[in-house]
T-cell receptor
């Protein structure tokens, strides 16, 4: 499985935008980029996914580099409820339900 | 609508015992996956079931087994418990195995003494 690299932790002020980076230099052409987050004492929660084009939903935006070797999850206005561990995961067709999680990025949001 | 539910919430066992964890997927979801999350690490894939058949297995010993029932609920069984089996066990469901969005339950916290 192609691997991802994320910073261990990041900090943000509340109501500021947050850019969470992910490197995936060995990504293959059929790999989708998924982002999940895990709030304290909860199971992981789907955030967003994409293949080649940038994606937006009500939770976040996903910016994918042109060469697809990196991506950035963007939270437009961080709130205290966004404090969580964010996981960047690659999956190919048929493996979306066999996710390979790394250690993720722990996001701390302060007032 | 109810999300993925898991039972029990917490469980304490001793080494050598057997444990059964249960998962009810979201209504209509036919694919169930199990993950183990050790403290401080990301979840690790254990099993995936679809239409009552095993469709994937992670790198876990044969002490771990699972099954899926006709109503698509699932059980994870672990025999001969070791201290290292202490973890949060997560269940995730989706309509099909290839669906991009996995919905996770809150997990079962297993402590082995």
């Amino acid at each position: 499985d192609a691997k991802t690299t994320q910073p261990n932790s990041m900090e943000s002020n509340e109501e500021e935008p947050v850019h969470l980076p992910c490197n995936h230099s060995t990504i293959s052409g059929t790999d989708y980029i998924h982002w999940y987050r895990q709030l304290p004492s909860q199971g992981p929660e789907y955030v967003i996914h994409g293949l080649t084009s940038n994606v937006n939903n009500r939770m976040a935006s996903l910016a994918i580099a042109e060469d697809r070797k990196s991506s950035t999850l963007i939270l437009h206005r961080a709130t205290l409820r966004d404090a969580a561990v964010y996981y960047c995961i690659l999956s190919s067709t048929g493996t979306a339900s066999k996710l390979t999680f790394g250690t993720g990025t722990r996001l701390q949001v302060t007032l | 609508d109810a999300g993925v539910t898991q039972s029990p919430t917490h469980l304490i066992k001793t080494r050598g015992q057997h444990v059964t964890l249960r998962c009810s997927p979201i209504s209509g979801h036919k694919s169930v996956s199990w993950y183990q999350q050790v403290l401080g690490q990301g979840p690790q894939f254990i099993f995936q079931y679809y239409e009552k058949e095993e469709r994937g297995r992670g790198n876990f010993p044969d002490r771990f087994s699972a099954r899926q029932f006709p109503n698509y609920s699932s059980e994870l069984n672990v025999n001969a418990l070791l201290l290292g089996d202490s973890a949060l066990y997560l269940c995730a469901s989706s309509l099909t195995p290839d669906q991009d969005t996995q919905y996770f339950g809150p997990g079962t916290r297993l402590t082995v003494l």
